[in-house]
């Protein structure tokens, strides 16, 4: 983790207004940096509070005519979540900065409604700049799911039952002949040393043995997958690809070998494996372990909870690496183009053209010398456009995108491949809700599966569309419940879990091996394992209950986990359930995952865990810290406790406006060490967790640790609404006042009801982003509460 | 490898390692004059030994005649360097036909495994690097001798299995590099990417077509992104029209249609890899090359000789079989033909950007497993140079002293600017490189 800086922006105002600035520093709210030393114009006071004329004669100067700031005296837009309330407090306190407390009362109170309605506050900047629907391009993740989903047999997914193991076809020769089998099993890993003995399923014998499993693996999370395979004999491995072996280690080294490949797969998703083993008479020794290294983890055989005996359908997956989407607004989306976007998707498109050619026969099942082998390969080419722009093709659009491309070339192959490029270039294919204007059920289709899975319907949801049956509210909540149950649902909601904890930022969690001991790359392994775990049993769970995800004391451990935390449990090498002390865990702000990832090296990190909170938990806004304050812990003097470190670094009234909310939720959590340990003393002093925290209304609500945060956040409409705008644009991707400035309360409403079903409010979230300007009403009528 | 490939393609910081091979063309077009001669060193593989009496001149230094054999070869006499005497000393597990394989450019042991042969201790891969690889990565590491491929591997016929009979290029220790037997794939390898620009080429005018369609039918505060990709493909349009416009050296070879990987087709699959050999010379897409003719007991059945037993079975014969000897003559005899072939072709090329023809900077050394095919010995392994390179006086028959055949790797391994000190074995390469010239 980087050392947390104080971040400079990157205009910085002139080296006298820094100075000023330094003392206004890192405000919600800063409100006249007039250099002018008179007071004299403070005449009106006397007469009726004017608002607009305050604002006008006194703050524009330096905060703009719109509050839209002044460059070299106070840059930021005036914009916040305060009430006017609070406001009003603050402007009577502090300003003007040269003459605090001149204006108060009735006064304050005018200016500040002013400033709040015009264009501070949620409401008026919605008023101001009305957001709308704007047009975008698929995500990276969107156009990776989506080529890989151009390729998913149709239907339903297959069962996949995962935590069963690999189905085992075991032989009593080297040779796998029908002959020598013996019998069949299931095994939950594979990790066997067998010596230089024979087990005693092989029997007698003198050419050997072998084993041949086959069955699926599940990808936790997106990413590259580094596959090992340790053995002292020959092996053969095959994963998401039934015909080239991703290891082939026939020939052996006696001294044992270590193969490895790396494949990138799609989280949430299954993959065939299949995976044969022999040994041969003269190899001495017996043995096999298949392990993997998966994003974000450390080797380790492959849990029998990501083995299943079923075989999975493989997935195409392209390769290409895209530039970073445009994430500025707190969530990815495709709002620009550019010339490396551009070159990768036409990459892609090489990608996919040349697998389609090569795999012309399987596609298509067709050979070269059938007859009706340019019918075939006509339709498979109509059908893959179709599913690719989502909507029945036109009798132009089939000519120009199948039938031309496919005469122009002289070979099949080349023409299918002038088909795939065309697709995948097309605007048809890379923007979402092109014929917006009138959307029709297509484009609520289309909604509905970017909105629950980042890709193109399935045939279900086209089948619906064809039907005219995507028409009313209810249809579509219907259709949106039903996909909750795809896999890829899953994966989307992994996908904004990770971002709402900012998992996905987190690379490396090495602490001080010398204070640490033991907090290995294995245990930072485990810990992600225990909290996606945990978030997929809350979630997943019939009741979704966002609550759970904050006030839960039990976590899934296993043995390696419980060791270090000292943690009583039966757990082996499987994660289970285990209740924790309810005194020490509460939900996820006290999983150590996120604690050791909100931490230095060697100590606790109140700043970022207390920022993290802020903004996360319980849903209030912060901004960017005018200047850079590095932490250096031989800064202070020895025996400090954090706490008194933290609160002398940011003791100065720059840093408190801000300060003043993230110390205290970050102290509530000084009951946890580096690792994530629970802790009494902190060095030789006694923690002290216990912290006033002001709301955004100004009242203060005192914090004795962890789980009072927790509570007061499953409690607080603020933080509710942060949770459900942060799923909201994640799912989405598109700002959510464009789409009502009610929505916010609906959803919110309808959440409470619920029981805070995080799955339902899912539901809701992406019924009114499909319905969006269809005509059908999206609200319920309100229910008394 | 395919994973390995993958990953590093992934790891590649930013994103134009990946997308631009494609778009500004290949790497090294070969269209500036060379600062020094490019020098290329060709391994040509034939299996199971050959009749040292129909091989081997008698006479040594300049004057010497050409025996059955290598008749072929008669009119690049002065161009050829015969070396008797170079033994593979390196022992250890496997038998003679994997050793004779698989250390044969490593000079190295292999590991003990699984693989068991017609004698000695069951053995696995090789425990080093083959020479070519090796001077590969140099040629690699250097900006004036760096190519797209560095080296490429060309198989006729050899099988669709991974043991140590099969493969005698090795990246290193255990990762034996497969041959590309199919010439459609090693085409697809070289010259794909112009297709791809090709078909790529002739979508964009309906791409940008449709983008204009589609503009038409969102609002104007939207259209602004598309008018950017609009610029884009235009962007795109005009970079492959330039990069079209530095063509290739050598347009890529026609080949016949739908030749399937089958024994009776190698004489037609061996011209076609060739002349796919000779055109990425040409084109400079690599430096080093190997050509593997079947495998170690390899069993081609040269019915287009007539000779309808499987090559490794002859091989057995004792020498008293005049049949056998006489069989394994033309089927030796076939494969010279195959080396004349290339040594024809490199010989009427002329050097692109340089002087002379392209055979005066290509070193081609054809080689065998065995020395012998019934007696399994790895004494005497045929060692035939055909062309030129730096420190090689050709036109010679030489009787070497019994010397190990990691020196000669030494030696080609300077010839090629690569000093090094020892390769393989290190015991083996006592008296360093072989001097020839």
Known sequence: ?785 | MNALHRRQFLKAAGLSAAALPFLTGLPSLGLAAPARPRQRLVFMFSPNGTIPAAYWPDATGTDFQLKEIMSPLETFKNRMLVLNGVYNKVRGDGDSHMRGMSCLLTGIELFPGNIMGGGGAPAGWASGISIDQEIKNYLQSKDDTRTRFGSLEFGVGVTDRADPWTRMSYAGANKPIAPISDPYQMYEKLYGQLKDKENLQSVLDTVKGDLQKVGKLISAEDRRMLEEHQALVRQMEKEIADTKEQKLRAAPPTLGEGIADQNDNLPRLSRMQIDLLVNSFVNDMARVATLQFTKSVGMAKMNWLDIKDGHHSLSHEPDGNADAVAKLTKINKWFCGELAYLVQKLSTTPEPGGEGMMLDNTLIVWTNELGKGNSHTLDNIPFLLVGGAPGFQMGRSLKLEKVTHNRLHLALAHAMGHRLETFGKAALCDGGPLKLG
């Open chain 1, 1 to 785: 983790m980087t050392p947390f800086v104080l971040q400079s922006r990157s205009t910085l105002p002139s080296p006298s207004a820094q100075r000023q600035g330094a003392l206004a520093a890192w405000l919600l709210l800063s409100l006249w940096l007039s250099s002018t030393t008179h007071a004299a114009s403070f005449s009106f006071f006397s007469r009726k509070p004017d608002g607009p004329a305050t604002y006008r004669s006194q703050c524009a100067k330096c905060h703009g005519p719109a509050g839209e700031g002044v460059k070299g005296k106070y840059n930021d837009p005036l914009v916040g979540d305060w009430s006017i309330e609070k406001l009003t407090r603050y402007i009577a306190k502090t300003m003007p900065e040269d003459k605090p407390g001149s204006c108060t009362g009735p006064n304050a109170e005018a200016v500040s409604r002013y400033v709040h309605d015009t264009f501070y506050s949620r409401e008026a900047r919605a008023r101001n700049k009305p957001a709308r629907v704007e047009l975008v391009r698929l995500t990276n993740r969107q156009h990776l799911l989506a080529v890989a989903d151009l390729f998913r047999a149709p239907g339903e997914e297959p069962k996949i039952s995962t935590g069963k193991g690999l189905q085992a076809l075991t032989y009593k020769s080297r040779n796998m002949r029908r002959e020598d089998k013996a019998p069949d099993r299931t095994d939950l890993k594979i990790d066997f040393d067998f010596g230089a003995k024979r087990p005693d399923w092989a029997g007698e014998g003198t050419n050997g043995f072998a084993i041949q499993w086959s069955g699926s693996v599940l990808a936790d999370e997106s990413g590259d997958y580094e596959f090992v395979v340790k053995t002292a004999n020959g092996v053969r491995l095959w994963v998401n690809d039934d015909e080239k072996p991703l290891i082939d280690g026939s020939v052996s080294s006696f001294k044992g070998v270590e193969h490895t490949a790396t494949l990138r797969l799609i989280g949430g998703r299954a993959y065939p494996l299949k995976m044969e083993f022999f040994k041969t008479s003269r190899d001495p020794l017996a043995n096999v372990t298949l392990l993997w290294r998966p994003p974000h983890g450390a080797q380790q055989v492959i849990p029998a909870r990501n083995l299943a005996p079923e075989r999975a359908a493989t997935t195409f997956i392209i390769s290409t690496p895209f530039p970073a989407d445009d994430s500025s607004v707190g969530y990815e989306r495709g709002v620009s183009v550019s010339k490396e976007w551009d070159e990768a998707v036409t990459h892609v498109a090489i990608e996919v053209a040349t697998y389609v050619a090569r795999n012309l026969d399987r596609l298509t099942r067709s050979k070269p010398a059938d007859k009706d082998r340019t019918a075939k390969v006509e339709a498979f080419c109509a059908e893959l456009v179709t599913r690719a722009f989502r909507r029945p093709l036109t009798d132009e659009q089939k000519n120009l995108f199948v039938t031309l491309p496919l005469r122009s070339a002289t070979k099949p192959e080349d023409g299918v491949k002038r088909v795939m490029l065309l697709t995948l270039k097309s605007p048809r294919f890379l923007y979402l809700g092109i014929e917006s204007e009138h959307p029709d059920d297509f484009v609520v289709a289309e909604r509905l599966s970017f909105g629950m899975w980042d890709s193109l319907p399935n045939s279900t949801l086209t089948k619906a569309a064809t039907e005219g049956r995507l028409h009313t509210r209810e249809q579509v909540t219907e259709q949106a419940r039903r996909m909750l149950a795809d896999s890829r649902s899953r994966g989307k909601m992994q996908y904004f879990l990770h971002r709402w904890l900012q998992m996905h930022h987190i690379e490396d969690l090495t602490k001080d091996q010398g204070l640490y001991p033991g907090f290995t790359p294995e245990i930072i392994g485990d810990l992600r394992t225990s909290l996606n775990l945990f978030l997929d049993d809350v979630v997943w769970s019939e009741s979704s209950d966002y609550r759970r995800l904050l006030l839960e004391d039990d976590f899934f451990v296993n043995a390696r986990l419980a060791k270090f935390y000292g943690i009583k449990t039966n757990a082996g090498e499987e994660f289970i359930r285990t209740e924790l002390d309810p005194k020490q865990r509460s939900g996820v702000v006290t999983h150590p995952y996120l604690l050791a990832a909100f931490s230095y090296s060697k100590t606790s990190s109140p700043v970022h865990r207390g920022v993290f909170l802020t903004r996360n938990i319980v849903g209030r806004s912060l901004r960017p810290p005018p200047m850079a304050v590095a932490f250096k812990d031989g800064d202070f003097k020895p025996g400090m406790s954090m706490r008194e470190k933290v609160t002398e670094l940011t003791r100065p009234q720059a840093c408190q406006s801000c300060h003043g909310v993230i110390n205290p939720l970050g102290f509530s959590l000084e009951n946890y060490d580096a690792v994530g340990r629970f802790r009494e003393k902190d060095g030789n002093r006694t923690v002290d967790a216990a912290a006033d925290y002001t709301t955004d209304d100004g009242a203060i609500v005192h914090f004795k640790g962890a789980r009072d945060i927790a509570e007061f956040a499953v409690k607080s409409d603020h933080a509710h609404n942060a949770f459900i705008e942060q799923l909201f644009s994640q799912v989405v991707k598109q700002p959510m006042p464009a789409y009502g400035l009610d929505v916010l309360n609906q959803l919110h409403l309808s959440f409470v009801q619920s029981g805070y079903n995080i799955q339902k409010l899912l539901v809701d979230i992406v019924t009114v982003s499909a319905l969006q300007g269809t005509g059908t009403p999206v609200s319920t009528p309100k229910k008394k509460t």
